[in-house]
Structures are given as C-alpha cells and as structure tokens.
C-alpha cells in the first residue's frame, strides 16, 4: 500500500474529498443520550464528545477498543540559531528511549490501553535553516507527509499524533504565524526553557523566517519553515479523516501542523478535539484560532503526544457511559 498522493496539490485535493460523518449515527447517538439514565446534559462535555465520536465511528453505540499512538521525530536545522534550551541529538537519543520504553508517551500509552509507535524521519538529515532557505523540498515534505499517511492504522479506532524533534517550537511558531497571521512574538514562547536571551533570539528567527518566504499557501509554509515530524503529523490526521478515525490533537507543535489543514480544507479537523492546552505560551492562542475548547489543562509542556493521550481517558470515559449505560425504560427509573 502508498500513500494516494505524491505531490502538495494531489495531496490538497485529497484533503477537498474529506468523508463527512454519518447523519444516521449522530442522530441515533443523540436519541440514545437522552434516554439514558441521567438528567439531561448532566454528563456536561462527555455526551457531546460521545455524539461526536459516534458519528465518526458510524454507529450509534460505539466502542474504543484499538487506540494508536504514533509518534514522529525530526531533526532541524534552524537549531543553528541557538533556539533551544536542548542539543539536537536529544532528538535520536529521546527516539531510542521511546523504543526502549522508558519516556513519558510509553507510560502513558500503556496506561491508557493505546498501541504505540515511533517514526524517526531522517534525523541525520536535519530540514535547511529556514532563516536562509526552505526547510525542505517539494519531495521532503511529500515523503513526510507520504510517512505520516502510511503509519495510520486503517484498524484503529482513535488516533494521538505525537512528535519529538529539537527546536521544532521555533518551526511550529513560523508555521502558525505564516498560516494564522500576527506578529512573530505572537506565537513564539520558551519551548523546552529558554530564557530571555533565547526567546529574543527565537522571535528574531521567526520574524526573519517571515519576512523571507512567501507564504500564502499553507502547505507552502508547512515546506518552507515545518518540519518532516509536523508534516507526518499533518499526514497522519489527514489519513485518520479518510478511514473516518477520530483524532486526539496534542500540543503546540501538533496543533500548528493541523493548522496547516484546516487553513487548507474547511473543516479538516471536523474529525479531531484538542486533548490539552499545553503551557506553551502561544497555545491558547493556536487552539482559539482553530475553534478548539481542550480537554485537559495540566501545564503539561512537554510534547510525545501526552497530553492527548492522557485525554484518550477523557474519551473512553464518555464512550464507556454512553454504549453502556442503561435507559430510563430499560431501568425502571422514572424519568423527570
Ligand atoms: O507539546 C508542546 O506544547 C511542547 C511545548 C514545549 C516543548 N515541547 C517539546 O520540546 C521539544 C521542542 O522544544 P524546543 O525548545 O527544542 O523547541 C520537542 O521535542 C517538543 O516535543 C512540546
Ligand atoms: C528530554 C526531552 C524529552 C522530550 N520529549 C519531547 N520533547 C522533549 C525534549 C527533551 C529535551
């Protein structure tokens, strides 16, 4: 199997055919929710969430059986302009920790019942600096999001895209600001712990980054200043659309690379909720931006698909109650 597109505009093409959900289920879901056991709307955001995912899912009383983390990894070049608190090489060495089981998203996937994967995309190749050149080529970024596409399994049935990648703060910054517009201080922040002298720098690189490219085309900006571990990501929640499997949104750097989407095709992430709001400062933002109310607020600030994948609970909780709870009728219980 490959990926049904080999450049930027078959791929915008694939993201203009999006499925939509099943009318049929979400109205099922809905009659369902308000014959179970509870006073209405008592179970707050989980009812809408279980509405939702149904719809998605095609049936009225679905299940989360099969959730799948994938993680992607990349190295960038623009780490040259001292934007991270971290070495680049954290990136390979935190990628054989994933393997080896021992970093947070491994903990947490296992907690929460979700297989787990991890992609490295050519880490010894980092992306160009973006304050001098694209980051990457038409083929870089196709492969990237070819890769991204392909790790999807068509068999899962809830999906959290994570990312590891030194100094991809500074690339999701860029791409936020070139898709979403403002000003480069608007979206850049302290990442793994910059101080100061770190964050000026980082707001220079992405003001440059700006001013150097043109970036009126979203998929254009994800090539220009991204990353290959943004645009697998972009190429992962695109393919969950296509096999209808709902998605978990992660942080700061997972939301700017799905903002590349829906800034690309109107509702792109129909299919997605935001699992947190991560303590990077321009989060908040990023999700406002994109109509996104997260799940979760915990301050986590640390990427790997955590902190959705924390929020895969969330979610299971709100399925749990809603495929397996009893109605009013089937309880005896009077309903008001
Ligand atoms: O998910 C987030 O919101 C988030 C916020 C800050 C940092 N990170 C992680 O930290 C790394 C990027 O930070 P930096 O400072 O190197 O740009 C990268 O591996 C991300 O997974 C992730
Ligand atoms: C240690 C470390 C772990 C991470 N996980 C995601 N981003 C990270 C950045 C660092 C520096």
């Known amino acids: 199997m ?6 930027l505009s078959e791929f915008r093409d694939i993201l203009g055919r999006a499925p939509q959900p099943d009318a049929a289920a979400t109205q099922g879901a809905q009659d369902r929710n308000g014959q179970l056991t509870k006073p209405p709307g008592a179970l707050g955001r989980l009812e809408d969430l279980a509405i939702w995912y149904a ?24 780490c040259a302009q001292g934007v991270s608190a971290f070495p680049a090489e954290v990136t390979a060495q935190m990628v054989a920790n994933f393997e080896h089981g021992g970093a947070a998203i491994n903990q947490l996937s296992k907690a929460f019942g979700a297989k787990m994967q991890v992609h490295a995309l050519s880490l010894d190749t980092p992306t160009a600096d973006f304050t001098t050149a694209p980051a990457m080529t038409e083929a870089e970024v196709v492969t990237a999001l070819q890769i991204g596409w392909m790790a999807v ?13 030194i100094g991809n703060t500074t690339s999701a910054a860029a791409v936020a600001a070139a898709v979403l517009g403002g000003q480069a201080a608007d979206w850049t922040g ?9 964050l000026a720098r980082k707001t220079d690189v992405v003001a440059k980054a700006l001013a150097l490219h043109n970036m009126d085309d979203p998929l254009e900006a994800l ?19 296509h096999h209808r499997i709902p998605v978990i949104l992660d942080g700061f750097i997972c939301c700017a690379a799905a903002a590349v ?3 690309t095709s109107d509702g792109a992430l129909d299919h997605t909720v935001a699992g947190h709001q991560s303590a990077e400062a321009a989060h908040a933002r990023l999700l406002h931006a994109l109509g996104k ?24 909780g709100a399925i749990a109650c809603h495929s397996g709870m009893v109605t009013f009728a089937e309880a005896g219980v009077s309903a008001g």
Request: net charge neutral.
């Open 261 to 263: 989407l829906a800034k």
């Open 293 to 316: 109310e997260p799940l979760l607020n915990l301050g986590l600030r640390l990427g790997e698909g955590s902190g959705a994948a924390l929020a895969i609970g969330v979610l299971k």
């Open 223 to 241: 090539r220009c200043v991204g990353g290959r571990e943004l645009a697998a990501m972009a190429g992962a929640i695109a393919a969950a659309r």
């Open 190 to 198: 302290r990442g793994t712990g910059v101080d100061d002298a770190g």
């Open 55 to 78: 719809g998605w899912r095609g049936t009225d009383r679905p299940q989360i059986s099969a959730p799948q983390v994938v993680i992607f990894a990349g190295n960038h070049g623009v």
């Open 153 to 165: 399994d068509p068999a899962s049935d809830l999906l959290v895209t994570g990312e590891m990648g």
């Open 2 to 7: 490959q990926a049904p597109f080999t450049t």
